[in-house]
């Protein structure tokens, strides 16, 4: 009775851990997104403009927000203005490295024609015979590559259990393992700590 009881336990555990992690991540997300709609002036808030408060309503503001962003940035007068912008951080020390580094890892990641994160593989680190799963970001450029007999790619290595964090390494692509394993599917070996072991996936043809 008491393997019975702990059991059904451990279950509910497992089954209400992820379901609520994941709702108080919304929620977290949509407390933040609602903080912008304090730019808004008070005559034009919603909330004096409404009878009751929307609950989420910041969701639909920071998606608009965007968009009219994106639709200005790209006209004439946004792109001018967005290189004027980036003219003044560039000659700022140190704040232009860290502008340079994120509009780099932003376009990267979310460009339509971004290859980073889409492969996975496997390496010898941190010595060998102990091996670690890393992530492709692309092919070594410029100097990095004229000084090295061998192509060299990019790789980020996360950590566990929080792969949004790691280092970057650069290897020669014939010390490299390819996986078939999705991006999502190593994310959650990571996380895991390798409990949640992935199937194998077959290789398209």
Partial sequence: MKKAIKNVFLTGIIAIIPVGVT??????????????????PPRFHPDQLL???????????TV?????????????????AVDLGEWVLGKIPFVS??????????ETIFSDKSQSFRRVVLIEYPRK???????????????????TTDR?????????PNPTSGFYIMISETDVINLNMTVEQAFT??????IVTPLEKTPEM
């Fill in 189 to 194: 070996l990571i996380m895991s700590g390798g």
């Fill in 23 to 40: 709702i108080y991540i919304i929620y977290l997300m949509i407390g933040v997104m609602d903080k912008l709609l304090e730019i808004i």
């Fill in 51 to 61: 009878p009751f408060h929307i609950p989420g309503l910041g969701v639909i503001f």
């Fill in 97 to 106: 490295g860290i502008y340079t580094a994120l509009k780099k890892l932003a």
């Fill in 129 to 147: 015979g102990l091996y670690s799963i890393a992530f492709v970001t692309g092919a070594a450029r410029g100097e990095v590559q004229t000084k």
């Fill in 152 to 160: 060299m790619i990019n790789l980020f290595v996360p950590t566990t």
């Fill in 64 to 80: 608009i927000l965007i968009f009219v962003v994106g639709l200005i940035v790209k006209s004439y007068i946004g792109k001018k």
